[in-house]
Protein backbone atom coordinates (compact mmCIF):
# COMPACT_ATOMS: atom_id res chain seq x y z
CA UNK A 1 0.00 0.00 0.00
CA UNK A 2 1.10 3.67 -0.40
CA UNK A 3 -0.33 6.32 1.11
CA UNK A 4 0.06 10.05 -0.50
CA UNK A 5 0.49 13.33 1.60
CA UNK A 6 -0.01 16.51 0.63
CA UNK A 7 1.01 19.94 2.00
CA UNK A 8 1.12 23.22 1.56
CA UNK A 9 -1.88 25.12 0.47
CA UNK A 10 -3.61 28.13 1.90
CA UNK A 11 -4.63 31.52 1.05
CA UNK A 12 -2.49 33.38 -1.05
CA UNK A 13 -3.80 36.90 -3.38
CA UNK A 14 -3.80 37.19 -6.80
CA UNK A 15 -0.10 37.54 -8.28
CA UNK A 16 1.55 35.30 -5.46
CA UNK A 17 3.23 31.99 -5.13
CA UNK A 18 2.64 29.02 -3.09
CA UNK A 19 4.74 25.22 -2.72
CA UNK A 20 2.71 22.27 -2.71
CA UNK A 21 4.63 18.76 -1.68
CA UNK A 22 3.04 15.44 -2.25
CA UNK A 23 5.41 12.67 0.29
CA UNK A 24 4.81 8.97 -0.81
CA UNK A 25 5.13 6.49 2.28
CA UNK A 26 4.33 2.90 2.13
CA UNK A 27 5.51 0.88 -1.06
CA UNK A 28 6.99 3.02 -3.32
CA UNK A 29 9.44 0.54 -5.49
CA UNK A 30 9.17 0.89 -9.47
CA UNK A 31 7.08 3.77 -8.91
CA UNK A 32 6.60 5.21 -12.35
CA UNK A 33 5.17 9.20 -12.07
CA UNK A 34 3.22 11.38 -9.64
CA UNK A 35 0.62 13.73 -11.11
CA UNK A 36 -1.01 16.87 -9.64
CA UNK A 37 -5.21 17.16 -10.27
CA UNK A 38 -7.19 20.56 -9.34
CA UNK A 39 -11.03 20.20 -8.69
CA UNK A 40 -12.64 23.84 -8.28
CA UNK A 41 -16.39 23.56 -7.01
CA UNK A 42 -18.74 22.48 -9.74
CA UNK A 43 -15.78 21.78 -12.42
CA UNK A 44 -14.14 18.35 -13.66
CA UNK A 45 -11.04 17.52 -11.82
CA UNK A 46 -8.21 19.19 -13.85
CA UNK A 47 -4.81 16.87 -14.95
CA UNK A 48 -1.86 19.93 -14.79
CA UNK A 49 1.44 18.39 -14.37
CA UNK A 50 2.93 14.92 -14.57
CA UNK A 51 6.75 14.14 -12.92
CA UNK A 52 8.15 11.23 -14.52
CA UNK A 53 10.21 9.63 -11.65
CA UNK A 54 13.09 7.97 -13.67
CA UNK A 55 13.95 10.53 -15.78
CA UNK A 56 12.98 13.81 -14.72
CA UNK A 57 10.90 14.34 -17.47
CA UNK A 58 7.38 16.65 -17.02
CA UNK A 59 4.20 17.96 -18.76
CA UNK A 60 2.07 20.28 -18.23
CA UNK A 61 -1.59 21.48 -18.82
CA UNK A 62 -1.60 24.88 -20.92
CA UNK A 63 -3.79 26.20 -17.96
CA UNK A 64 -0.79 26.01 -16.05
CA UNK A 65 2.29 26.35 -18.66
CA UNK A 66 5.03 29.06 -17.48
CA UNK A 67 3.46 29.68 -14.54
CA UNK A 68 3.58 26.36 -12.63
CA UNK A 69 6.60 23.52 -12.34
CA UNK A 70 6.97 20.00 -10.46
CA UNK A 71 9.87 17.94 -9.80
CA UNK A 72 11.39 16.31 -7.05
CA UNK A 73 11.21 17.33 -3.60
CA UNK A 74 14.02 17.55 -0.74
CA UNK A 75 13.55 13.67 0.42
CA UNK A 76 13.01 10.33 -1.77
CA UNK A 77 9.50 9.91 -3.53
CA UNK A 78 8.64 13.67 -2.91
CA UNK A 79 7.45 15.39 -5.57
CA UNK A 80 6.73 19.72 -5.33
CA UNK A 81 4.32 21.98 -6.81
CA UNK A 82 5.68 25.48 -7.60
CA UNK A 83 2.61 28.02 -8.34
CA UNK A 84 3.53 31.30 -9.38
CA UNK A 85 1.72 34.14 -10.66
CA UNK A 86 -1.57 32.92 -9.21
CA UNK A 87 -4.72 33.85 -10.09
CA UNK A 88 -8.20 33.56 -8.59
CA UNK A 89 -9.26 31.06 -11.38
CA UNK A 90 -6.79 28.56 -9.53
CA UNK A 91 -8.40 28.47 -6.77
CA UNK A 92 -9.20 24.69 -6.00
CA UNK A 93 -8.94 21.69 -4.47
CA UNK A 94 -5.05 20.14 -5.16
CA UNK A 95 -4.53 16.45 -5.36
CA UNK A 96 -1.47 14.48 -6.03
CA UNK A 97 -1.97 11.34 -7.69
CA UNK A 98 0.41 8.04 -8.60
CA UNK A 99 0.84 5.94 -11.68
CA UNK A 100 2.72 2.66 -11.49
CA UNK A 101 2.86 2.22 -15.28
CA UNK A 102 1.67 4.83 -17.31
CA UNK A 103 4.01 7.55 -19.04
CA UNK A 104 3.14 11.44 -18.89
CA UNK A 105 0.43 12.46 -18.89
CA UNK A 106 -2.21 10.41 -17.82
CA UNK A 107 -6.20 10.67 -16.51
CA UNK A 108 -7.63 11.19 -13.31
CA UNK A 109 -9.12 7.72 -14.01
CA UNK A 110 -5.98 6.11 -14.75
CA UNK A 111 -4.55 7.11 -10.96
CA UNK A 112 -3.66 4.01 -8.89
CA UNK A 113 -3.51 6.28 -5.79
CA UNK A 114 -4.78 9.65 -4.59
CA UNK A 115 -3.93 12.25 -1.89
CA UNK A 116 -6.15 13.80 0.29
CA UNK A 117 -5.88 17.18 -0.93
CA UNK A 118 -5.18 20.18 -0.09
CA UNK A 119 -7.09 23.63 -0.66
CA UNK A 120 -5.82 26.19 -2.53
CA UNK A 121 -7.32 29.63 -2.69
CA UNK A 122 -6.35 32.86 -4.06
CA UNK A 123 -8.19 36.32 -3.63
CA UNK A 124 -8.60 38.77 -6.11
Known amino acids: QVKLVESGGGLVQSGGSLRLSCAAI????????VAWFRQAPGKEREGITC????????TYADSVKGRFTTGRGETKDSVYLQMSSLKPEDTAVYYC?????????????????WGQGTQVTVSS
Open 51 to 58: FALRDGST
Open 26 to 33: GYTSDLHS
Open 97 to 113: AINWFANCPWSATEANW
